[in-house]
């Protein structure tokens, strides 16, 4: 059984970094991606790396900000956030598929497995 574990959200002042870790076991995981849902809002892409790292993608609200990162070693993928915002409050999401496009992994429908989420508040 495919499992995600996500870790490192927190509580931080604009302008501060958080590094979030999600942790996969029970399969073999080829694009991992980043979403995130704030309250009332859908869920929306962050960040997403294929398999073998050598492919990243990015919001345009994240980007520059936001870099993801994959240690196929340990089954783990990162996703470092500098210069937070306030309207970067949300709960995050890592999520585990097969998807091939850019197209693919920018879409939530394209990810099989899902982890529990971790909160990320911003201070202003």
């Known amino acids: 059984q495919a499992q995600l574990v996500e870790s490192g959200g927190g509580l931080v002042q604009a302008g501060g970094s958080l590094r979030l870790s999600c942790a996969a076991s029970?399969?073999?995981?080829?694009?991992m991606g980043w979403f995130r849902q704030a309250p009332g809002k859908e869920r929306e892409f962050v960040a997403a790396?294929?398999?073998?790292?050598?492919?990243?993608y990015y919001a345009d609200s994240v980007k520059g900000r936001f870099t993801t990162s994959r240690d196929n070693a340990k089954n783990t993928v990162f996703l470092q956030m500098n210069s937070l915002k306030p309207e970067d409050t949300a709960v995050y999401y890592c999520?585990?598929?097969?998807?091939?496009?850019?197209?693919?992994?920018?879409?939530?429908?394209?990810?099989?497995?899902w982890g529990q989420g971790t909160q990320v508040t911003v201070s202003s």
């Open positions: 029970g399969g073999t995981f080829y694009g």
């Open positions: 999520a585990a598929g097969s998807p091939a496009y850019y197209s693919d992994y920018i879409n939530k429908k394209k990810y099989d497995y």
């Open positions: 790396i294929s398999w073998s790292g050598g492919s990243t």
